[in-house]
């Protein structure tokens, strides 16, 4: 019986392969206000921006590579049972090999008619289909001849996949956090569903204070900091 890892990865796990974070210096967030570009608020006010903004993540998702942390993510496969539960839009863990990738906040790559996958259709996937790393703009319809938008959670919106992604971390053997800053909730509060005898790794560069004695942090870039985790793993 292997054992099992819950994986819950943030844009640092991408930021080695070039796809830029949201609030580290010179982010996402300090060029674009989120509220006009990731909002549903914004998307009401402006679909244009927003359709604009997700043909630029798509068109730059395009030209990077998965990176060490991402395949050495898939490679825990051989020896464990690994969900990835992730923060990060982008199909980085996907193109490195992972099986198991739960999308908290959706993917870029997808998308689907703008009066869909909500509360009202309990958040079904069924009319949600695959553009790659093509464009959508204002006027492209879908079959039901509502208008595309991108397959994102926008702030202000429901995070469907939640309990699922609890799911998964309440039964880990072990619980790794991966280049997120926690400031986003609910994902944030994920890893506090660990089991009481789960340790929990966080793997990232910065200080980031979790006052939570199961947690061991690892100071380090994804990359190295991958390399190390299953190094401590393996004893
Ligand atoms: N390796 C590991 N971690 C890194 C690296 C790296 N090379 N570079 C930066 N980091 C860390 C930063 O220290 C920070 O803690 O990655 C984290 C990035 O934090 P954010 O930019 O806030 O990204 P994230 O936590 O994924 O944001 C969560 O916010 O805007 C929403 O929906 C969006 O999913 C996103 C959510």
Known sequence: M????AVLTGAGVSAESGLGTYRDNGGLWD??????VASAEGWRRNPKLVLNFYNMQRAHLREVQPNE???IIAELERDFDVDVITQNVDNLHERAGSTRVLHLHGEVTKVRPENCCNDMDGFSERTVFDVGYGEVHLGDKAPNGAQLRPHIVFFGEAVPKLEAAVERVARADIVLIVGTSLQVYPAASLYRYARPDAPI??????EIRLHDPRVQHIR?????????FVLQIKK
Request: net charge negative; glycine share 4%; proline share 7%.
């Open 2 to 5: 292997k054992r099992s890892i």
């Open 31 to 36: 060029n674009y206000d989120p509220m006009e």
């Open 69 to 71: 942390a991402h395949r």
């Open 201 to 206: 790794y966080l793997i990232d560069p910065a």
């Open 220 to 228: 380090m870039v994804a990359t190295e900091g991958m390399r190390e």
